[in-house]
């Protein structure tokens, strides 16, 4: 890996922190090889602080630190991306990101259909909607409809029509998600449990 750090100023390039799993941006820091020597051999993001003119790791004062899973540079070989597993805040004011955001996952399209979901549960005029009325039903239809949609897709597993199978999965999906909800969970709360099992390495 080449980076040039002779580039900017005082030998400083900018390092941009990624959240491994989520994907969320933390934080934005600077390195200078020494820093980035450090972040390396210890496996905890270290930076080269301007306004302390020392390296300062990551979380040495508060626990937060980021553990170093990977790195990679730019075209231009001047800016890194390092993705990290943070423990705790990156944000020195207590926020999970230093744009105030909470660093919880996104799964585009299936997170504001989450939303949607949500939003047609609790909104009192949607009461003639799909959804709603679903709810409405209660846990057991809820329940059913997600054991319905199952069979039609192991169904459609073993035929040859990719549509019928895709449209079966969509509406798998859509219930399993309207059934999490009744349960009180969401779809990342799966995601925690899957990586529960799951052992991370390093380099992955």
Do not use: H
């Given at each position: 890996m080449t980076i040039d750090f002779k580039k900017y100023p005082n030998n400083l390039v900018p390092a941009i922190i990624q959240d491994n799993l989520t994907k969320n941006v933390l934080m934005l820091g600077f390195m200078n090889?020494?820093?980035?020597?450090?972040?390396e051999k210890t496996g905890k993001v270290t930076f080269y602080s301007r306004?302390?003119?020392?390296?300062?790791?990551?979380?040495e004062e508060?626990?937060?630190?980021?553990?170093?899973?990977?790195?990679?540079?730019?075209?231009?070989?001047?800016?890194?991306?390092?993705?990290?597993k943070p423990e705790g805040p990156a944000c020195h004011k207590g926020t999970d990101t230093c744009w105030g955001e909470k660093n919880i996952s996104n799964f585009g399209f299936l997170s504001y259909l989450e939303n949607v979901i949500e939003d047609r549960r609790n909104d009192g005029e949607q009461e003639k909607s799909y959804v709603a009325q679903l709810f409405k039903k209660g846990m057991n239809k809820i329940a059913q409809k997600v054991g319905e949609e199952a069979v039609e897709?192991?169904?459609?597993a073993k035929d040859?029509?990719?549509l019928a199978f895709l449209n079966e999965s969509a509406d798998l999906m859509f219930h399993f998600m309207v059934l999490l909800q009744a349960k009180g969970f969401h779809i990342r709360d799966v995601e925690k449990t899957l990586q529960s099992r799951h052992k991370f390495d390093r380099n992955e």
């Open positions: 090889e020494e820093a980035f020597e450090k972040t306004s302390k003119n020392r390296l300062w790791t990551k979380g508060t626990g937060n630190y980021l553990n170093l899973i990977s790195v990679k540079v730019d075209c231009d070989n001047d800016t890194l991306l390092i993705q990290a897709v192991v169904i459609e040859d029509n990719d």
